[in-house]
């Protein structure tokens, strides 16, 4: 820890200076401006303490003041100590000048690193504009628990039965402190860790889910603050969560899955030479907390916390530990069980929310509205409670018509302890609300005696969105409200509250926009690793992962193995899921074509793990979803997207050979779902909604030549039918959003979202919606994953960006605004992997004015608008009829003259 401490004394006058740059235009930042770096990552992931990994990749930001400028060479050091780093000496890697322009997933290929090496590392680039360079401040990161040699804590537990919720104790001695302190925790269920009576960081519900039937994962604490010379005492509070007989215990009948476990040890370092100090052994010591899981954890039933506070220390000081009941601990073995580290964010508390209205709704009931849904805890204070006396909390989104809560089975108690003001909060469960109920106080409450407190991972948001239509605004704020609410514990729920479940499909539909919003690649890793984890022999996958039962769905559900990585891929620019996953989906597709049957995919087997074979899902009324052409025609060109996504990635991985089949596969398909389900007497697919007619042309089976008939039909039928309202479910909304983008068909989209009747956004705002629904008409669940998908088209098409598959994670993008009549503005801002990329448009005066400021690296192709009579690049004349006009990093301004007709189009 002195090392440490010194590495931080020295490092403001060690490092380059910080990163700013001139005021002005980045255009015309004068030739002094410094280059410099920022935001460097390893694995995804900010400095993090143990990864999964010797072969980590890293990133990194340049920016620069000068226009046009990028990267022109880098260099990589790394080394076992900051300070030996900062003097000059990599002894791990130098990778020596490399030229590249790109700055994203560059893997170390230094000296061999095993578990618990600690690494500090720097980047060193040039720029192409002066050849000037920039040093990056030091960032570190350090190989996790990869051995099973290197792990010497045992699993241990409470003996007594149904202990959900318990504390673990242990007493030792440090003689020294070393230089580094690393806490690695292994639990299966929930934990906290506290040391000499101080809570260790502010993460909550960790560890992340993983499929614990096969994989738990180690989470890494860096203690050193909380540490002394001499005697320690650390205590592991551990709930029981996940870990259940009834969820993953349902794969492993002759495991116990009843109470608990958790395994961890302390180590201690110096100079990378690592002891352990402490472990989890039969020395530990455990008593009962005051918290008691309710619920069975299976859908429609997640209970809540019982929480007596007499059962509760007052502190974790030593003496009011002393004063719990303490026996000893129980060891238990988990064999063939595997842990890695978790390589996700932690969840934590990102917003606390006071009650907006309080009120006494019956005698004794206070419900308490916090003005919209939130997925979290509620923390309350209490006065003049007896001891013992119970209070009652029930939580919901939603009220019926008398205002009474709708029942969705979300309940905690509180037992107090009678000792004055008393402070409630949950622990290790949580629920989705925007009301609740309070039963059996003392007093009159007050509105700022309970918060909301707002939690999900904690990625960075990346993303925003505004514009001159305030129903745009109001929508596209929901969306992303929504995916906050979803987005959390390493994964993305349905819904937070009713089952809580890792559905593909819901994945399918949304992490475009999901990704679009926020940093979520590291998610993504957590999430797609428990896909693969949950596949069975042969191929087989669920349509929930992490699969703790059976959950409805169909192909679009289990092809998230597929669709996440290569979306991963593409947003940025990080290749790890392909490279690792690859096999599984390449037998997840073997697994398809075994049900394939003269040249389509027919229905596969219910199993114990998996329901149904839907097409779309939760479409409005009126839409036949269930009709067997429409679900064959979804479900078939669903695979057509999947051979195009795996021709792609075999040929990233390498594996051209299976490339050229997978396109064939992807040709031939398209030819027959055009000649099954086409009908030219009436120009429609299988049913002919929106969905129907729009994934054959997403997916390439129309043919050009009738292409023009098919949409003038899905116009005709969507303005005479569904009176302009949209009319996809869970897999129609993505595909008619994705379909519309790249067709450029702005005022298809635009006129569905401005619709204030059913079904629609608008329609759910105006009934009160702070989050997106189950149903179009609003049953269930008020907080969900069917229709988020939308979200894309405020980016891709009004704000006028978009990717380049040949070029991913946003190092080249098409700046292309679509502009519905009626809006007249639109700025939209996204941080990339190579920095922020910020975007706008205005139409006046007879012209499109579109502000566009690129980050050092990226280059962008700005296509003309149709109709466009002139136009100019930061004053200069383009020139006449040219389709696209190239443009380099910086600050620029392109202006378009609008013909009249085209004004607003």
Known sequence: MKRTLLYLLLLPGLLSGPCLLAAGPAGNAGHGAKPCLRRLTCEGLTDPLAIDTATPRFGWQLRSGRRGDAQRSYRIEVASDSLRLLAGDADLWDSGWVRSKRSVGFAYEGLPLTARTQCWWRVTARTEKGNRKAVSPVARFGIGLTDPASVSGEFIGCAESGATAVLLRRAFTLPACGDEALLHVNSLGYHEIWVNGRKVGDACLAPALSQLDKRSLWVTYDVSPYLLEGDNELVIWLGQGWYKRGTFGRW?????????????????????????????????RAALSGYRDTGSWNALDFGGEEIDARRNPRSMSPSDLDALAWQPVITARKPGHRATPQM???????????ARVLDEAAPGVWRIDFGKVVTGWLEAHFSGLPDGARVEIEYSDETDGDGNLIDQRQRDTYIARGDGRERFCNKFNHHAFRYAEVRGLAQRPRREDFRALAIHTDYRPEATFTSSDSDLNAIHDMIAHTLRCLAYNGYMVDCPHLERAGYGGDGNSSTEILQTLCGAAPLYRNWVQAWDDAMRPGGSLPHVAPNAGAGGGGPYWCGFIVMAPWQTWLNYGDRTLVDRHYPAMREWMGYVERYMKDGLLTRWPDTPYRDWFLGDWLAPHGVDTGSEASVSLVNNCFVSDCYARMAQMARLTGHDDEAAAFEARHEALNRTIHARFYDPATQTYATGSQLDMTYPMLVGATPDSLRAGVEQRLFRSTHDVMKDHIGGGL?????????????????????MLKQRGYPGYLHMIDHGATATWEYWSGERSRVHNCYNGIGTWFYQALGGLRTDSSHPGYEHVFIDPQIPEGVEWCRIGKETPYGRIDLGWKIADGELRIDVTLPPGVTATAITPAGACRGRLDGRRLAPQSPGTKIASGRHRLVFGLAPQNEGQ
């Open 252 to 284: 492993q009948p002759d495991e116990p899955y009843t109470e608990p476990l958790v395994r961890a040890q302390l180590d201690i370092g110096t100079a990378n030479t690592w002891q352990t100090a402490c472990r989890t052994d039969t020395a530990w």
């Open 344 to 354: 996700v964010e932690p969840d934590r508390i990102q917003e606390r929310l006071t």
């Open 731 to 751: 897999v129609g909304v993505p595909v008619i959003t994705r379909w519309a983008v790249r067709s450029h068909n702005p005022e298809f989209i635009y006129r």
